[in-house]
T-cell receptor, first 112, second 117 residues
Framework: QKEVEQNSGPLSVPEGAIASLNCTYSDRGSQSFFWYRQYSGKSPELIMFIYSNGDKEDGRFTAQLNKASQYVSLLIRDSQPSDSATYLCAVSGGSTLGRLYFGRGTQLTVWP | DGGITQSPKYLFRKEGQNVTLSCEQNLNHDAMYWYRQDPGQGLRLIYYSQIVNDFQKGDIAEGYSVSREKKESFPLTVTSAQKNPTAFYLC????????????????FGAGSRLTVL
C-alpha cells in the first residue's frame, strides 16, 4: 500500500504570512507530485505539479521536491483569507499512468 | 466550455437500492476515474478506465460497478452490497502521457453527494 502522509492541521496563519504545507510519501518509484486545493463542499482544483528535485514557482506558490528524502512541500507566500481551504498532496502510482494516491489533506486557515 | 459534468449533485438512497452516478466529459481525455471522499479523509480510488470497454479496480471497488461504453462517459453504480455508501463521490479525467509531464493531471467534476436514509 502506497502511503502519502500530510500534517492534518489545522494550520492557522495571519494574512500576509508564509504558509508551509508538508507531505511525505512511501513509494520511491513515484515520479510526479501534485498539490490540489479543495474548498469546503467543492471538488479539488490543481494548484501545481512538480517532478524534478528542487523548487518550482508559480505566482505566490512554490512547490519543493526532495526525492531522496521522499518529501514534497508547498509554500504559500503573502497568504490571503481566500487561501483558506484544505490542501491535498497527491503522488503518482508507479507504472500505472494517471494513477494518483492522495494524502488526507491539511486544513489551512488564514485570518485577517 | 470543456469540462466534466457529474449528476445528480445530491442523491438520497434507501437501504437495499442501487443508484447510478453519471459522469460525462467533453475534454477528449483518455482516462477516467471515480474517487470517494469521506469527512476528514483523502480521496480513495474506486475504479479507473484508461480506454473504452476496459476498466480496473482501485483500492475500494467492493460494492461498486462501472462501465465505459463511450470515451465521454463513465457511470458509477453504487450497489446494495456497499455497506456504507454515504460519501462525496468525485469523477475525474486525464490525458495519459509520459510520467514526467503534465499529461496526467486530474481534472475533477463538481462531485455527487450520496446519503443513505
Amino acid at each position: 500500500q502506497k502511503e502519502v502522509e500530510q500534517n492534518s492541521g489545522p494550520l492557522s496563519v495571519p494574512e500576509g504570512a508564509i504558509a508551509s504545507l508538508n507531505c511525505t510519501y512511501s513509494d520511491r518509484g513515484s515520479q510526479s507530485f501534485f498539490w490540489y486545493r479543495q474548498y469546503s463542499g467543492k471538488s479539488p482544483e490543481l494548484i501545481m505539479f512538480i517532478y524534478s528535485n528542487g523548487d518550482k514557482e508559480d505566482g505566490r506558490f512554490t512547490a519543493q521536491l526532495n526525492k531522496a528524502s521522499q518529501y514534497v512541500s508547498l509554500l504559500i507566500r503573502d497568504s490571503q483569507p481566500s487561501d483558506s481551504a484544505t490542501y491535498l498532496c497527491a503522488v503518482s502510482g508507479g507504472s500505472t499512468l494517471g494513477r494518483l494516491y492522495f494524502g488526507r489533506g491539511t486544513q489551512l486557515t488564514v485570518w485577517p | 466550455d470543456g469540462g466534466i459534468t457529474q449528476s445528480p449533485k445530491y442523491l438520497f438512497r434507501k437501504e437495499g437500492q442501487n443508484v447510478t452516478l453519471s459522469c460525462e466529459q467533453n475534454l477528449n481525455h483518455d482516462a477516467m476515474y471515480w474517487y470517494r471522499q469521506d469527512p476528514g479523509q483523502g480521496l480513495r480510488l474506486i475504479y479507473y478506465s484508461q480506454i473504452v470497454n476496459d476498466f480496473q479496480k482501485g483500492d475500494i471497488a467492493e460494492g461498486y460497478s462501472v462501465s465505459r461504453e463511450k470515451k465521454e462517459s463513465f457511470p458509477l453504480t453504487v450497489t446494495s452490497a456497499q455497506k456504507n455508501p454515504t460519501a462525496f463521490y468525485l469523477c475525474a479525467s486525464s490525458i495519459l502521457g509520459a510520467i514526467n509531464s503534465g499529461a496526467n493531471v486530474l481534472t475533477f467534476g463538481a462531485g455527487s453527494r450520496l446519503t443513505v436514509l
